[in-house]
């Protein structure tokens, strides 16, 4: 099965403490049977295992398992071979002292895919085996070096495996557990290789039926061995008086007592001449005893022997020799090559069980992690702005500015239309007054009572539709609006009154609200665009800004009051005049109060109109045409020198209006800038200026922490020194060790880093919303939860590393 040439092996080799272990060892081992290798120590007995085994690489010769597995000088092609068939046993155990019986055995049985019931089963077998069945439950920790002992011979045979090598199996044990395993790797070795290491040459006389003696690293000696004597009859067995037939004689200066056994007396019987040929001779002479035989018998001294003598009966259990069968086959699993993610999660806990090596640990990560966060946070809270609070505008509106450069009314009147009009942007409004009162009437208290919402901007209905809208509906004519949740919420936010008079943005829905001009409107609907803004009509807009009338349409107020107004049209330049605006105007008589009005009208729209008629419905101005909109909307933005613009993306329309001028070769000094940016810009300026965190002795700090981890890792692996080896003795591969390892890596700082992380984005989101704090961050559950599972895969991916670099310091040759 195992053949051996010419093996040669080094300790420090080509130094000057060179020294020469092995020397031109040639073997050869059967597929079974007990063979003992024995001599002195130092005399390289466990080297030659170790060697044989594939544990320990050598310097020359080579090896042959079953004709092809082929070990050559260094070159450690054994794992596979050594994981299906091979086991040990060593007289320094090398088993995990933190878990139970139980569990030590059960690692044998990790690469093989059984059920539970025959896993058990197995189990119980082995322990009853070596008689340590009762103590499964019991942690390695607690028992003797006896009891572990056999705990690792059971570990040994629970796979019933092709080949033993066990290295001073007994030397840890009394006298009947060193006859109970003994009598195991007997019966063992009739259908497997035994190969044992012991320095007792005389104990290995009654079990080995091979033994190889070696003296300073040579085989001076490889003879079979009889081991069916009985073992009462080896010379390092001790002398039981009780199996003795005893005869006494009382002599005057000397008591005799004679010991015989029954079969030796038989033996006498049937010789002649006996008692002439075993004639003792007994002299006493100056207190001294001196013996003499003369026959062929051989005298031993006990003072000269290991021999004790004991007045009794032998023990039941050295009565015989024959083996104790386990009642185990060889597993017909396939031994695992690949390991599925579930598997490898199961034998990676059930590996690392029974030790606290990561309570330090996960201090420090709880430390890392806190300390990481607040870097991550403060950072994020330079360039993070409460949207809710700072934004006053909508994020669609680009904003023109004519104020700088010495714009003449020629040139806006030119930019306005070639550039604003022409290029599509219909959709433009002059600076508005943004203030609108809510009007409550639940309670009797506060009837009548008005509560202010500033800071929004009016756009026009029609850059809405109906998927826009989370609650109500669109508004059907001038006098309904849509109000969006967020700027709702923000007024909720402000006002006291708001929020306890309306729980949520539903409650809004039919709302009555007033602006600085015209009639109340009412809230039909609750956008969701999550903008500071409010949807109305264009006249609506139009009254609301700074000092303009109440106007509307005569298609809006056709559309109000059907029945007065149905045939209404109006030309391009006619409008009708409130009965109230009339009787209000300057002027001595009709003429001249139309004459006021006209020249009003003409400063709010630059063209000549006509006053068509006049009007009794309170609440409006002036019935105009539809093109009278655009009219008023360009003479308020020429004379303010100043207007918005909407647009679905603001920097693509800036940027084709630079585009278009650069083509017309125009240049016009106008400023085109995003209005929200231009607010957030001025809010990150004033931001900053009040920061004053130096990030680099956190981040020091932090990099300081991450090295103490490092170093935590570090020795922690060092630790698990013996639960490496002892898994690789089991048959686990160390690329399966590694990634076991790393999944409980994972597992571990998973279970720090992502709680800790979430529960400071619970306290960064309470106190960025508390005003008073005068701390936000805009960070959402999912970057907090990403920036947690880069800390563990950070973590993580550093202990794969240190533990990829210490894999090869691990190696099973290792193992004194």
Known sequence: MIRVENLEKYYDRHKKNEKHVLQEINLELPSHGLIAVVGESGCGKTT?????????????????????????????????????????????????????????????????????????????LTLEAVGMEKYKNRRLEYLSGGQMQRVAVARAFVTCPRIIFADEPTGNLDEEN???????LRA????????????????????????????????????ENNAAEQI??????????????????????????FYEQEEEMQEETEQENTAQENTIQIIHRNHKFFVKGTGEEEIILLKDSDCKVVDGLRPEYMDTLE????????????FRQHYRLPELLKVSAGLSEGHGRWLFMRLTLLLFTVVTFLIFTDYRSRDSLNKLALQTTDSHLVTFDFSQGGFTRSGIELFYDQYL??????????????????????????????????????????????VDIQYGRMPKNRNEIVVDRWLLKRARQDNNILRELFLDDKQFLGQKVSFVTGNPVTIVGIGSRDEPSVYGSDTLRLSMAYELPSLITAEEISALYPKKYKDLYLNDNEVLVSERILAQAEGASDKEKKETILKTLKDLTGWECYIAGTFSEEGYDYIIPEGFCYDISREKAIQDHKCYAYAESPQKMIAQIRKDMERGKDKFPVVMQQTTQEQFQKALEEKHSMLRMDYEYLIAFVAVVFVVILVLIWFQILSQRK??????????RRSVLWRMKMLYALRNTSFVCLPVVMIC????????????????????????LIFGGVLTGLVTVAYGAVWKCNLPGFPLRYTE
């Not at 490496?724 to 048959?731: R, T």
């Not at 005003?771 to 999912?782: E, K, L, R």
């Open 723 to 732: 639960e490496m080896i002892v898994s690789q003795f089991v048959g686990i």
């Open 323 to 334: 083996g104790q069968e386990l009642g185990l086959e060889s597993i017909s699993q396939a």
């Open 48 to 124: 030659l295992l170790r060697c044989i085994s594939g544990l320990d690489c050598f310097d020359d010769g080579r090896m042959v398992y079953e004709g092809k597995h082929v070990i050559m000088p260094r070159k450690n092609s054994m794992e596979e071979y050594r994981n299906r068939n091979i086991a040990f046993v060593f007289r320094n155990e090398y088993m995990r002292e933190e878990l139970t019986v139980l569990e030590n055995v059960r690692m044998a049985l990790v690469p093989y895919e059984l059920s539970g019931e025959e896993e058990q089963e197995r189990i119980r």
């Open 761 to 784: 984005w619970i306290v960064v989101q309470i106190m960025s919303s508390i005003p008073s704090f005068n701390y936000f961050v805009d960070m959402t559950w999912w970057i907090a």
């Open 232 to 257: 009462r009859r080896m010379e390092w067995k001790d002398i039981y008086l009780g199996e003795y037939r005893r005869t006494q004689q009382k002599l005057e200066h000397l008591q005799v007592q």
């Open 188 to 223: 063992f070795s009739e259908k497997a290789l035994v190969v044992l290491v012991s320095h007792e040459q005389n104990m290995v006389k009654g079990f080995a039926d091979r033994i190889i003696h070696l003296e300073e690293g040579r085989i001076v000696s490889d003879r």
């Open 178 to 184: 060193t006859i109970r395993i003994m009598q195991l």
């Open 421 to 466: 009009t022409a290029g599509g942007y219909s959709d433009i409004m002059p600076a508005l007054n943004d203030t609108m009162n809510v009007q409550y009437d639940g309670y009797l208290q506060l009837s009548g009572h008005l509560c202010k919402v500033q800071d929004f901007s009016m756009i026009s209905v029609k850059e809405i539709s109906t």
